[in-house]
C-alpha cells in the first residue's frame, strides 16, 4: 500500500484486495492506493504519476470530458457532500490497451474527525463482454425459434390439415349403413376435433394474418380475440392502411404484444387497456398501456422470462422497449426501425 499514515493492518488488509483501491480526502485528492491500484495506474494512459498520490481523483475524472466519468466525479462530490452512500457506477474507460469496464463502488468514512472516501474499483470487462455475447445467443435462437415455428406451422397447415380434410370429405360421401355408419359418425366428429386442433396449434405457432394482412391487422385480430377472452375493455388504435414491413420485425413486435397484453392480464388487475401501432418519423411504436397497479418496486420487475424475451427480440431488430409505471399503471412501448416488406 501506498501512502502515509494508515496504520498496518489496514495496508495489508486492503492489499490483499484485487479491487483497486484508493482512499480519497475531503477534497477528492488520492491520499493512499493499494497494490492492485499502484499496478492499474501504470497502464493509464499517460500513467499516473505516482500512482495517482496527491491527485485530485474527482478533477481528475471531471478532466477525462466523457460523461460517464462526470457521472462519476458528481458521484464522489456527491458523498463528499454527504449524500448516503455506497455510489455504484459502471462506466467504460479507454486505455492504451483498448477499452475497459469498471464498477465504482464509493463508500464515505469517518476516520479520527476526518472524511474520507474509499474508491474501489474492478474490471467488470469480462462480464460485459460474456453478457453482450449471451444476448446475442439468445436472439439468434428466439429468432431461429421464430422461423422454426413458422415453418412447422405451414406444414400443419399446409400438409396434415389439408390430408385430413381430404380423408373427412371421402368419409362424408361413404354411404354405409346400420353399424358401420354409427362408426363413420364417430370417425367423423374425430377428424373434426383433430382439423380444429391442428388449426389452432398452427395458428398460435405463427398466425396467417401476419403473413397475409401484415402486423396491423394481425394485431388488430389477435388484440380483439385475446379482449374476448379475457373479458379486458380494449382501446385499439391501429391505423387500417398501417404498411406492411420486414417479416422480423413484424414478428419481433408481434410477440411483443402477445406478452405485453398476456402481463396486462395476469398482473396489473386493471379492467380496461390501450395498445397502439403508429409509425414516427423513421420509427414503429408500439404502446401497450394499462391502468393497473404499476410496477413491483425493485428486482422483482425483472423476475420473468416475458420481458427479457421482449427486450432480446427488439435488440435483434436493432429495436429497444421501455416499461414505466404510468400513474395509473404501466405504458409499454417496444420501438423499431420501420423497415418496409422485404
Ligand atoms: N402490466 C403490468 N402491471 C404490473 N406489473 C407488471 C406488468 N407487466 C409486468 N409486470 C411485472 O413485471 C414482472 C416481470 O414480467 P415478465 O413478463 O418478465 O414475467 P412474468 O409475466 O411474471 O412471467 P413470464 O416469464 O411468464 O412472462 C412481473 O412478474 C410483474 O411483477
Ligand atoms: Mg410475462
Same mark, same amino acid.
Not at 109 to 117: D, F, K
Not at 162 to 182: C, D, H, I, S, W
Given at each position: 500500500?501506498?501512502?502515509?499514515?494508515?496504520?498496518?493492518?489496514?495496508?495489508?488488509?486492503?492489499?490483499?484486495?484485487?479491487?483497486?483501491?484508493?482512499?480519497?480526502?475531503?477534497?477528492?485528492?488520492?491520499?493512499?492506493?493499494?497494490?492492485?491500484?499502484?499496478?492499474?495506474?501504470?497502464?493509464?494512459?499517460?500513467?499516473?504519476?505516482?500512482?495517482?498520490?496527491?491527485?485530485?481523483?474527482?478533477?481528475?475524472c471531471?478532466?477525462l470530458?466523457g460523461?460517464e466519468t462526470s457521472e462519476a466525479a458528481?458521484?464522489?462530490?456527491?458523498?463528499?457532500?454527504?449524500?448516503?452512500?455506497?455510489?455504484?457506477?459502471?462506466y467504460?474507460?479507454?486505455?492504451?490497451?483498448?477499452?475497459?469496464?469498471?464498477?465504482?463502488?464509493?463508500?464515505?468514512?469517518?476516520?479520527?474527525?476526518?472524511?474520507?472516501?474509499?474508491?474501489?474499483?474492478?474490471?467488470?470487462?469480462?462480464?460485459?463482454?460474456?453478457?453482450?455475447?449471451?444476448?446475442?445467443?439468445?436472439?439468434?435462437?428466439?429468432?431461429?425459434?421464430?422461423?422454426?415455428?413458422?415453418?412447422?406451422?405451414?406444414?400443419?397447415?399446409?400438409?396434415?390439415?389439408?390430408?385430413?380434410?381430404?380423408?373427412?370429405?371421402?368419409?362424408?360421401?361413404?354411404?354405409?349403413?346400420?353399424?358401420?355408419?354409427?362408426?363413420?359418425?364417430?370417425?367423423?366428429?374425430?377428424?373434426?376435433?383433430?382439423?380444429?386442433?391442428?388449426?389452432?396449434?398452427?395458428?398460435?405457432?405463427?398466425?396467417?394474418?401476419?403473413?397475409?394482412?401484415?402486423?396491423?391487422?394481425?394485431?388488430?385480430?389477435?388484440?380483439?380475440?385475446?379482449?374476448?377472452?379475457?373479458?379486458?375493455?380494449?382501446?385499439?388504435?391501429?391505423?387500417?392502411?398501417?404498411?406492411?414491413?420486414?417479416?422480423?420485425?413484424?414478428?419481433?413486435?408481434?410477440?411483443?404484444?402477445?406478452?405485453?397484453?398476456?402481463?396486462?392480464?395476469?398482473?396489473?388487475?386493471?379492467?380496461?387497456?390501450?395498445?397502439?401501432?403508429?409509425?414516427?418519423?423513421?420509427?414503429?411504436?408500439?404502446?401497450?398501456?394499462?391502468?393497473?397497479? +404499476?410496477?413491483?418496486?425493485?428486482?422483482?420487475?425483472?423476475?420473468?422470462? +416475458?420481458?427479457?424475451?421482449?427486450?432480446?427480440?427488439?435488440?435483434?431488430?436493432?429495436?429497444?422497449?421501455?416499461?414505466?409505471?404510468?400513474?395509473?399503471?404501466?405504458?409499454?412501448?417496444?420501438?423499431?426501425?420501420?423497415?418496409?416488406?422485404?
Amino acid at each position: 500500500m501506498s501512502e502515509g499514515s494508515a496504520s498496518g493492518l489496514y495496508e495489508v488488509i486492503l492489499d490483499t484486495v484485487t479491487a483497486n483501491v484508493a482512499i480519497l480526502n475531503a477534497e477528492g485528492e488520492i491520499v493512499a492506493v493499494n497494490d492492485a491500484w499502484a499496478q492499474f495506474a501504470a497502464f493509464n494512459a499517460p500513467p499516473l504519476e505516482n500512482h495517482g498520490l496527491g491527485l485530485n481523483y474527482i478533477a481528475f475524472c471531471d478532466s477525462l470530458g466523457g460523461s460517464e466519468t462526470s457521472e462519476a466525479a458528481a458521484g464522489l462530490r456527491g458523498l463528499l457532500a454527504g449524500e448516503v452512500g455506497p455510489f455504484r457506477h459502471e462506466y467504460q474507460m479507454d486505455l492504451a490497451s483498448g477499452p475497459l469496464w469498471a464498477r465504482m463502488i464509493a463508500t464515505r468514512i469517518s476516520s479520527n474527525g476526518r472524511t474520507l472516501v474509499i474508491v474501489a474499483q474492478e474490471d467488470i470487462t469480462v462480464q460485459r463482454h460474456a453478457q453482450a455475447a449471451l444476448g446475442r445467443a439468445t436472439a439468434a435462437l428466439l429468432h431461429a425459434e421464430d422461423d422454426e415455428r413458422r415453418r412447422i406451422a405451414r406444414e400443419l397447415h399446409d400438409g396434415t390439415a389439408q390430408y385430413l380434410t381430404g380423408a373427412k370429405l371421402m368419409l362424408g360421401a361413404m354411404k354405409v349403413e346400420g353399424r358401420a355408419e354409427k362408426v363413420r359418425v364417430e370417425i367423423e366428429a374425430l377428424l373434426v376435433n383433430a382439423l380444429e386442433e391442428i388449426r389452432s396449434l398452427s395458428y398460435v405457432m405463427h398466425p396467417p394474418a401476419l403473413e397475409e394482412t401484415g402486423l396491423g391487422p394481425a394485431i388488430r385480430q389477435m388484440a380483439e380475440g385475446f379482449a374476448r377472452r379475457t373479458g379486458l375493455s380494449l382501446q385499439i388504435d391501429i391505423a387500417d392502411d398501417f404498411p406492411k414491413m420486414a417479416r422480423r420485425t413484424e414478428v419481433a413486435l408481434y410477440r411483443v404484444a402477445q406478452e405485453a397484453l398476456a402481463n396486462v392480464h395476469r398482473h396489473s388487475g386493471s379492467p380496461r387497456a390501450a395498445i397502439g401501432l403508429r409509425l414516427a418519423g423513421e420509427m414503429v411504436l408500439l404502446s401497450i398501456r394499462d391502468y393497473g397497479v +404499476g410496477l413491483p418496486d425493485g428486482a422483482s420487475a425483472t423476475s420473468g422470462v +416475458g420481458l427479457a424475451g421482449m427486450r432480446l427480440r427488439l435488440e435483434f431488430v436493432n429495436g429497444h422497449i421501455s416499461l414505466t409505471s404510468a400513474f395509473p399503471g404501466v405504458l409499454v412501448e417496444a420501438w423499431a426501425p420501420f423497415q418496409p416488406k422485404d
